[in-house]
């Protein structure tokens, strides 16, 4: 679970007009130090911004009225952390980190939770437990969905298994897991391990780590992560049910964990997005390759088979840090 300082929660919003483009940031919480933001936008009111913060906020900013609507987020399961907001057909699916009561602190994480929200205002949800293996945690979660091709509706969720947090036995190991939810389905499916290699326990640059996944117009998932000082690639053409084996796309000098100044902690996880009118996939990441931490891009034009050179997508000539890159695209246009 990454958790970093950060003194407020910040939207920055793109409005075009006419031929120029306006940046705002607007403040949705400043208080209790709220932190790992995600937002996504109401694809049936265009107007309408969600977005949660650590451990269990979640808020709804209305663009129009400049309003915004702060409630705590609950589920059956609990609420604690790592959030995801992600839109899929007429629904917000938020997924975090798990707090199952009756257990303590480390041993509450033993599932991924997601929750379907058709209601914001009223909280009218479906929460579902996801890869839950007794005695292991689970973390760090990321949602996708096909949008496209015949398992249109459909969910993917990708995390971390630990066999013991924070352990450093040498028997216990990492790994990345998958599962989905058909449209329709009343349950996520029993989780897979994608990887093909293991890392360790310590949530560090041998700890894999940070599993993002896109899908393309013909529903193929590809899925990304960082482990061993590499940016991993794999992919599934049946809908998760079965994956290719691993791949490394690029090495990632000095690994996923970067130790940067004024914060505590903060990372170079990769993300991966589909241009699906173009069929191009491109990864962002962020490392130390010329010795100060930067911000890259790869891209593939192939489905994954082969990949471009890395690209620095910041273009200053300092030596001051680039870190916890994100991205996406306007499959509009």
Known sequence: MMISKTCYLAVLLVCTFTCAAQLNQITLDGERNPNEPSVCFDRS??????????????????????????QKATSVFGVY???????????????????????????????????????????????????????????????????????KGSVYVTWTEFDQYDSDDPNDFSRIRFSAL?????????????????????????????????????????????????????????????????????????????DMPHIMRANGMP???????NDILYVSWADEYLGNADVWLMYSKDKGETWSERIRVNQDT????QYLPNMTINHGT
């Open 45 to 70: 009111n265009d107007s309408i911004l969600y977005a949660a913060s650590n451990i269990n906020n979640f808020y709804t900013y209305d663009m129009k009225s400049g309003l915004t609507l702060t």
């Open 81 to 151: 952390g790592d959030p995801v907001l992600h839109w899929s057909g007429s629904n917000v699916f938020f997924t975090h980190l798990s707090k199952t009561e009756g257990k303590e602190y480390g041993e509450w994480f033993d599932r991924i939770v997601v929750q379907q929200i058709s209601n914001v205002n009223s909280w009218k949800e479906q929460s579902y437990s996801v890869g839950y293996n007794a005695g292991k945690m689970q973390d760090k979660p990321w949602l996708s969905s096909d949008e496209y091709s015949e398992r």
């Open 182 to 258: 058909g449209l329709g389905e009343e349950s996520f499916s029993d989780a897979v391990t994608i990887s093909d290699t293991v890392g360790d326990c310590l949530d560090g640059d041998h700890t894999l780590e940070g599993a993002t996944t896109a899908v393309d117009a013909d529903g193929n998932i590809y899925a990304v992560w960082s482990g061993h000082d590499y940016i991993w690639f794999d992919k599934s053409t049946d809908g998760g049910t079965t994956w290719h084996n691993d791949k490394k796309i690029a090495t990632q000098p000095d690994g996923w964990d970067m």
């Open 271 to 277: 993300f991966i997005v589909c241009d699906t009118l």
């Open 318 to 321: 300092t030596n001051r840090a």
